[in-house]
């Protein structure tokens, strides 16, 4: 008798998970009215805490905004940690990860991307009296970067030779570069050259170089296999491109008159398929 | 839930990265060890000195390291402390393993702090009368602390050291937070690269749980083979 109830039981969880897992997502977002969406909240400008508001703003925020408007919901956003993204997203805490994800081949066996959003070059900083000048000098030598990314795999495969050493946030592994416990720091070029910026006068001791450790295709994660999704943000994507609101979120965060300085927008939110 | 990739653990560049976290947290626990014990040692006979200012320096030094988290010294003796020193010790201290270093003098010095009671507790359970039986053979305070007191007092603490070493193993995970490339270290590093997350701690766990294991054994051997002599 109690083994019948316990069949029972099972087969009902069982069931349950069954309806859960295939359930559509893009459905569940709309009935329950809000669309979840995870950020760091500590990467300024994709996502970070303006200081006057409290409240959680920058690039990828404005993204997921428009993404929530076309399905017709509010944004609810959720800060995670770096480590944290891929799990959220298939265990179903959040629907849409927007935090700096980079789209890599090993990551697609995993979840699913959207069109990418934003290509950046990861690049080095060195302390001008190493007299380093190229990446490859970087052989032999200490490197300094956050953990959990693609930075550390990707210094490892531009100079296989480099003693990497990672910390669990940008600036930790900044503030060791300062104090000299390394020669070389590697992040994505926005986020370098808002740790540069903020040096003040000591930028003269140090120079970014010029050479890119790698290109970085970000997108927006999607759990894998909810179709319905990845096409209502891949079309808003589309939209927001076409109607010229692409190129002027990304002026207001990284023009020329932000900390970030870009001149020029070099890509386009047009493929979701990388090299 | 994707099925569990044995693959992953069992070779390929995934497989050694945390075959070499492993290896660097034994190093860990074997540097530390053989650092805490004499320190330990020291502290727990100031402890127990005749002469007060000794017996207060003693004190301040368990208590002051005691009720700080290890977290808490692993950044200072990372961040803080090497950039007290002079310009030459600290460029050439930087050039070499400061991460692994700083580890070190953090995990031995709080290791210390502990072993230092299990000891001074060992110290106290012998009998007076053996110390005073020490004195009367016209023995130095610190000469019947050796021949007498101490040999049968570490017999006694023995037990509590190893239980000591145990924390100590699994503290060596906090190191990773100074850029350690210990068995935790490593374990989110192939995390990050692969998303295999439950291989990667499942491996990390195992090696913990084994060596964690192997040291209670150890605890369990010597009590049996080593028994507390009483009088």
Known sequence: ?275 | MPLFDYSLLLTGKYHDMLVAGLWLSLQLLAASLVCALPIALVVAMLRLSPLAPLRWLGFAYVESIRNIPLLAHMLFWYFGAPELLPEGVKQWLYAGHIEAYSAIVALSLYTAAFMAEDMRSGIRSIPAVQFEAGRALGFGWLATMRRVVLPQALRVTVPPLISQTLSLWKNTSIATVIGVAELMYQAGQVESATFRSFESFAFASAAYLTVSLAITALASWYHHRFPVRTL
């Not at chain 1, 010029?210 to 999607?222: H, R």
């Open chain 1, 1 to 275: 008798m109690r083994l019948n109830i316990l069949a029972a039981a099972l087969a009902a969880s069982a069931l349950l998970a069954g309806t859960v897992a295939h359930a559509d997502q893009l459905a569940d977002i709309k009935k329950k009215g809000e669309l979840v969406v995870g950020v760091l909240g500590t990467d300024e400008p994709a996502t970070f805490i303006d200081p006057k508001t409290r409240q959680i703003v920058g690039y990828e925020v404005d993204l997921a905004n428009a993404i929530a408007k076309k399905i017709g919901v509010k944004t609810t956003l959720k800060q995670i940690a770096v480590a944290a993204r891929i799990p959220e997203l298939q265990q179903g805490h959040v629907d849409l990860v927007a935090a700096g994800l980079t789209h890599n081949k090993e990551r697609e066996a995993q979840i699913d991307f959207s069109l990418t959003t934003f290509v950046t070059g990861q690049k080095a900083i060195v302390k001008k009296d190493s007299g380093i000048a190229e990446v490859s000098q970087l052989g032999g030598k200490k490197v300094l970067t956050i953990r959990g990314g693609t930075q550390e795999p990707n210094i490892r495969k531009a100079v296989p030779t480099a003693d990497v050493v990672t910390f669990d946030t940008s600036q930790q592994a900044f503030q060791a570069l300062q104090q000299g416990k390394g020669v070389g720091y590697v992040d994505d070029e926005a986020a370098l050259l808002r740790s540069y910026a903020k040096l003040g006068p000591q930028k003269a001791q140090y120079v970014v170089l010029k050479q890119n450790l790698s290109t970085e295709a970000l997108a927006i994660g999607i759990k894998k296999g909810e179709t319905g999704l990845k096409a209502v943000v891949d079309d808003t994507l589309r939209e927001l491109e076409k109607s010229g609101e692409a190129e002027k979120i990304f002026v207001k965060w990284y023009g020329p008159n932000t900390a970030s300085g870009f001149q020029t927008r070099d890509f386009k939110f047009e493929s979701d398929k990388i090299d």
